[in-house]
Every structure is written in C-alpha cells, then in structure tokens.
C-alpha cells in the first residue's frame, strides 16, 4: 500500500506554505490538483517539478480512481486544491475517503485556511462553532438555512463570493440586525481587510461601496456570546 498526503496550501500570501508542504511536495511523485494550471504556478514558485494530474470536484470520483490505481501501482501522492485546506468548501473529501477505503494511508499535512483563519481573530467563538461553508445560491433556501443557524445560537463561520456577500449580509441583519459579524475579506492577500460591526452595520458597509472585489469569509457570533460580550462592555463602563 502507498501514502496519499493531503496538503494545505496558502489562501493568499505564498510565505504561509509549510516547510512539511515543501518537503512533501518534493518527495511524492506525482501532485494531485483541483487545478493543475494553479498549482502548477505554486510548484514552479517553490522550484519544484512534478508530474500533474487533475481532481476536480467536477470529476472527483472519477479521477480518484485513476489515482488509487497509481497508489496501488506503489506511487506516492500528494494532493492540493487551489487554496487552503482541502475537503473545507473544497474537493478531496472523496479521494481521501476512496484513498482509505482501498487500504492507503491517508496523511493531512496541515496548512492554511480561510476558517481557521477568521476564527483566530474574530475574538469570540464558544465553545461550539458551526462551519457552513457557502450557503445555497438560492434566496429562499439561503434564508431558511440562515434562520436554522442563528436560531443555534452557536458561532457560525459562511464563506461567500463577492458577488452575493451584501445579499448574505442582508439576509442575516432582516434575521437578526443586532447579531455581531466579522467580515474578512481577501485573507493573508495584499488587499486584507478584517471589519467587524453588528449584521446591520455590515450590511450598510458593503451595500454603500461602488464595488465590491474579494472572496469572503463571515464569522457570526453566537447570541450566547454576543450577550455576554455585552454584558462585559456593560461592565466595563460602569467602573
């Protein structure tokens, strides 16, 4: 049996990718992608240069077979979706669960995510955090989805494109215009930009600018924690 290793790749700044990720990419013999044409550019970046083959979520399935095929053959490889964690609002989940299934070794090799990231500076997460990851295109269902979640109330952590991000923040202040949401947008990239405010002020923020660029990660607190954040600013300005 052969080792299949799922890499975590930067979401933005190329300075985030481990030196486990480098070594690792340099010692399989063949890089499995999302996109090869975007992790081919990541590999020419680290001078690395391996044989590519594709496993996107379109075909999945059917290139994770192709791929047990070579692990059974004794080849070692290493698969990376074009930005941060795979099998995270990403593809990888199949092979990797294929992969152990066929009697491989499936290895995570940790790296960068969008999550992960927001979370780390959004200041308030509890003890129970739901990842969504992207909510249906549909406004009907992007609603009702929305009201399920908050009425948790637990964190939840959305990813979401810039092209329904005011849509999203609208949903979310018509449910609840008080709930406290952090917005990253653009994480670890040049253009980085953390905001945060309640699901009303960000809606205000983003529907007033004349255009919108980025991908978006949303992170809205519990009701539980707003409270007590509340609470504690409440606190701190009676003494």
Known sequence: ??????????????????????????????????????????????????????????????????????????????????????????????????????????????????????????????KTLIFEGFLSPKPGRRRSRLRELLATGDAVVLYESPFRIVKLLSDIADIESSRRVVVGRELTKLHEEIIEGTAAEMRDEFSGRSKVLGEFAVFISGSKNSSKISKDSEEDTDN
């Open 1 to 126: 049996m052969s080792t299949l290793y799922i890499i975590g790749t930067p979401i933005g700044n190329l300075g985030d990718i481990t030196f486990r990720a480098v070594e690792t990419f340099k010692s399989v013999d063949v890089v499995a992608a999302e996109d090869t044409r975007h992790t081919l550019q990541l590999l020419n970046h680290l001078e690395i240069k391996k044989p590519l083959i594709s496993c996107r979520s379109q075909n999945e399935e059917i290139a994770a077979q192709k791929i047990i095929k070579m692990l059974d053959d004794g080849q070692t490889i290493a698969y990376a979706s074009d930005a941060g964690t795979p099998g995270i609002s990403d593809p990888g989940a199949v092979l990797a669960g294929l992969a152990r299934q066929a009697g491989h070794t499936v290895v995570p090799v940790p790296g960068p995510s969008a999550f992960a990231s927001l979370v780390s500076v959004a200041g308030a997460g509890g």
